[in-house]
């Protein structure tokens, strides 16, 4: 997904837990109401961080707030996340109303605009950040425990 070449967005209408929450690190833009959250209780179930996280999140949220995401499996709720620079905008609107209208703000904003521009824009965006993700996986996969094992079966 990191290197996906259209705009990837998201609308978090409630919480987003585990690899869920993990792959959300990935999306270019980020939308959520104001009771969404992330969990991602990775090693409360003894288990390594998943979905490329332990990269993508320390990128997205600064080294300390993936620590406590990740590691000790805090609650991270919108307005932290918005802080963070991990959401675009909180929307003060029903769960099921936000699809809709992240759609008409996308519609907007991106109105006269000219979409091979924006999608060459958004590839140099993203080469200018390392790109660890593969790297991560393979680590992640070399950090699987015996325990960890015991757990899948």
Not at 26 to 32: G, K, V
Not at 94 to 113: D, N, P, S, T
Not at 142 to 151: D, E, V, W
Request: proline letters at 4%; one cysteine or more.
């Amino acid at each position: 997904m990191y290197t996906h070449s259209k705009l990837l967005v998201g609308a978090l209408n409630g919480p987003a837990i585990g690899l869920s929450a993990a792959l959300l690190a990935h999306f270019d833009l980020l939308y959520a109401i104001p009771g969404a959250y992330l969990l991602t209780p990775f090693s409360t179930l003894s288990l390594v961080c998943e979905g490329s996280s332990s990269a993508t999140f320390p990128r997205r949220l600064g080294h300390s707030l993936a620590v406590e995401a990740l590691v000790l499996g805090k609650k991270l709720e919108a307005m932290r996340l918005l802080q963070a620079g991990f959401l675009n905008e909180i929307m003060d609107v029903k769960a099921g109303e936000l699809v809709g209208v992240v759609v008409g703000k996308l519609r907007e904003g991106l109105e006269g605009k000219d979409r091979e521009a924006c999608l060459v824009s958004k590839r140099l965006i993203k080469e200018a950040m390392p790109n660890e993700d593969a790297t991560q996986v393979i680590r992640s996969l070399n950090s699987i425990t015996p325990r960890s094992l015991m757990l899948i079966d």
